[in-house]
C-alpha cells in the first residue's frame, strides 16, 4: 500500500510542477536569460529555487551515500528524475524503489 501511495506521490511530483513550467516555455520558449531574470527578480522566488536545489542536493548525498545505497535496485532512476523534473518527483520515486526492495517485489510493473 505504502509503495503505491509513493508512486501516486511521484506522478503528482511529475505532472503538477511540470504544468506552469510547460505554460512558461510556451510563453518565453527557451529564453535562458529570461529564465533566470524570473528565478532572481525576488526574494521569494530565489528562496524558492534554492530550497528545491538544496533539497535536491541532500536527496542526491542519500541515494548515493545512504545506508540502504546498495539494497534499493533502480536508485539510478530516481537520480534521473530529481536531476530532470526535482525532488518532487525523484524522492517519492526513491521511496517508492526502496519499498519495492524492502518487499522484494520486482521494480517494473
Known amino acids: 500500500m505504502r509503495s503505491k501511495i509513493y508512486l501516486v506521490l511521484c506522478l503528482f511530483g511529475l ?3 511540470m504544468l506552469p513550467f ?3 516555455l510556451g510563453s518565453n ?5 529570461q529564465f533566470w531574470h524570473e528565478i532572481v527578480i525576488s526574494r521569494v522566488a530565489s528562496f524558492a529555487w534554492l530550497d ?3 533539497t535536491a542536493l541532500a536527496l542526491l548525498a542519500w541515494i548515493a551515500f ?3 545505497k ?3 535496485r533502480g536508485s539510478g532512476l530516481a537520480v534521473v528524475a530529481t536531476l530532470l523534473v526535482g525532488p518532487s518527483c525523484g524522492l517519492p520515486f526513491y521511496l517508492y524503489l526502496r519499498e519495492r526492495s524492502k518487499i522484494g517485489l520486482p521494480t517494473e510493473s
Open 22 to 24: 510547460v505554460h512558461w
Open 29 to 33: 520558449g527557451l529564453n535562458v536569460e
Open 66 to 68: 545512504g545506508p540502504e
Open 52 to 54: 528545491v536545489v538544496f
Open 15 to 17: 505532472i503538477v510542477p
Open 70 to 72: 546498495d539494497t534499493v
